[in-house]
């Protein structure tokens, strides 16, 4: 590595289908072992903490959502209708979101992470009860009970080298799916824009 010389790395990734990024966070995300599972360069700005927070309500709704998000499913018509469509997916939900705690909990002890904060199993459970307001708002109130839903989907275009992972699909039945990306890393509860559903044909 000591013989590369920058500016001819430069020259030979500019006749490549890429972007060159000359920054810390993206340099450290290149080589990180975590990838797709770094704070900063994803967008999440409260620092570390507020990404375990954030990450560990994605995992919380990535096992509701074909669970107890879909057998709960109902298209509520007021805000009353959608807090009662939250507090039953909530109740439900109450296990998933206690095991989810223990892992992240585990987990960052394990990688020596900062110090777990007093308030963070309330900010998972406040933050997860701000998504299914969302969900039931922007989503349930819109469209009928998929008959499946399946989460993190991983996606490969072998052709361009890229590579991602899609939050969910819902599957409905009159051959539609729906795309949904959960927004997880608002530190204000999530209701507003917690869930965005991207409706696409077979």
């Known amino acids: 590595m000591s013989n590369l010389l920058v500016r001819d790395l430069y020259k030979s990734m500019a006749r490549t289908k890429t972007h060159l990024v000359q920054s810390k966070e993206i340099a450290t995300?290149?080589?990180?072992p975590y990838l797709f599972k770094m704070s900063y360069p994803f967008g999440v700005v409260g620092g570390?903490?507020?990404?375990?927070?954030?990450?560990?309500?994605h995992d919380v709704i990535s096992l509701a959502a074909?669970?107890?998000?879909l057998d709960n499913w109902q298209q509520g018509?007021?805000?009353?209708?959608f807090e009662n469509i939250a507090k039953?997916?909530?109740?439900?939900?109450?296990?998933?979101?206690?095991?989810a705690i223990i892992s992240a909990k585990d987990k960052a002890k394990m990688e020596g992470k900062a110090p777990i904060l007093e308030t963070f199993d309330y900010?998972?459970?406040?933050?997860?009860?701000?998504?299914?307001?969302?969900?039931?708002?922007?989503i349930m109130k819109k469209y009928d009970q998929p008959k499946r839903v399946v989460t993190?989907?991983?996606i490969t275009n072998v052709k361009e080298v890229h590579e991602g992972r899609i939050d969910a699909i819902f599957e409905f039945n009159d051959s539609r799916y729906g795309l949904i990306d959960w927004k997880t890393n608002d530190i204000n509860k999530a209701a507003g824009n917690s869930?965005?559903?991207f409706p696409m044909k077979q």
């Open 29 to 32: 995300t290149c080589v990180c």
């Open 48 to 57: 570390e903490r507020d990404y375990l927070v954030a990450n560990t309500v």
């Open 66 to 69: 074909p669970t107890t998000i």
């Open 77 to 81: 018509k007021t805000e009353e209708d």
């Open 88 to 99: 039953t997916i909530d109740k439900d939900s109450s296990s998933i979101i206690e095991k």
């Open 123 to 138: 900010e998972i459970q406040d933050r997860f009860y701000g998504v299914l307001v969302g969900l039931a708002k922007r």
């Open 152 to 154: 993190e989907i991983t």
């Open 195 to 197: 869930a965005r559903l």
